[in-house]
């Protein structure tokens, strides 16, 4: 499910279109008012991408509080939230009060996916943040992300003060390198394949939604976050969703049958 604000403009119809074939359910049903987001990418020779992004006043950012409890469905398996919706008012709110309303059986996991360049002040994104760490299980975060949390530490330093601070289990996507677990005071690492690049558009989000797939599939429940195994077997998988997704042009992650 997608709990988030779609346009009833001409991208809003054609983000409908996609996911519905992609067979999302919406969560926020009533198309709204406000015009889509965009964000532009921009391709280094190397496929790495970097963004600007036209949101404030849009239909992603103008979600509250009442339309996203509203939408948010009591048994899902898994709630997972960042990026912009950590910046954005009232959106950054709705945030925080889903993630008030999760039952006790229900795994969160948070991308902080820091976007300093649309942040005028960082202290709404800090704030979101805040709130929601002592309630995630699972904290995905890029060299990006930690450099902006931990300006004057390594990643691997910051990430591994970010697992012990908060007791939350930490997946750190070193780029085309190698993925950092760190859970219940151990760390290991995965080397992550050598792939012919196009580009990495969505690489984060390919590699946070194979987690969590291949979790659900699995079965696993909330406890077993904690398990050094269980998490190395998802992040491997992951790994294998991101590759493919870097493969392609656009975010555009693979169907099961592809994996």
Not at 22 to 45: F, H, K, N, R, T
Not at 107 to 125: E, G
Not at 151 to 163: F, G, I, M, W
Not at 198 to 218: E, I, N, P, R
Request: proline share 5%; net charge negative; with cysteine.
């Amino acid at each position: 499910m997608f709990v988030g604000g779609v346009s009833q403009d001409s991208f809003g119809r054609r983000i409908t279109r996609e996911l519905v074939s992609d067979g999302v359910i919406l969560g926020i049903e009533q198309p709204m008012s406000e015009p889509s987001a965009v964000a532009l990418a921009s391709l280094d020779d190397s496929g790495a991408a970097t963004y600007r992004f036209l949101i404030n006043g849009t239909a992603a950012s103008s979600v509250t509080s009442e339309q996203a409890l509203r939408a948010f469905d009591p048994q899902a398996r898994a709630l997972h939230v960042g990026t912009l919706a950590f910046v954005l008012s009232p959106l950054a709110q709705a945030v925080c009060s889903v993630i008030d309303s999760m039952s006790d059986h229900q795994i969160l996991m948070l991308d902080p996916n820091a976007r300093p360049d649309v942040m005028t002040d960082s202290t709404p994104f800090a704030q979101t943040l805040q709130h929601a760490l002592p309630r995630a299980d699972l904290v995905k975060v890029s060299g990006d992300d930690l450099e902006f949390l931990f300006p004057h530490l390594d990643s691997t330093e910051s990430a591994r003060l970010l697992h012990n601070s908060h007791n939350v289990t930490v997946l750190f996507t070193d780029g085309s390198k190698s993925v950092h677990i760190y859970v219940q005071g151990s760390e290991r690492v995965i080397d992550v394949p050598a792939i012919t690049v196009v580009d990495t558009v969505g690489a984060g989000d390919a590699f946070s939604g194979g987690f969590l797939a291949y979790w659900a599939q699995k079965d696993w429940m909330r406890i077993d976050c904690r398990d050094m195994e269980k998490v190395e077997a998802a992040a491997r998988f992951g790994i294998q969703v991101a590759g493919l997704t870097c493969q392609k042009p656009g975010a555009q992650p693979p169907f099961a049958h592809e994996l």
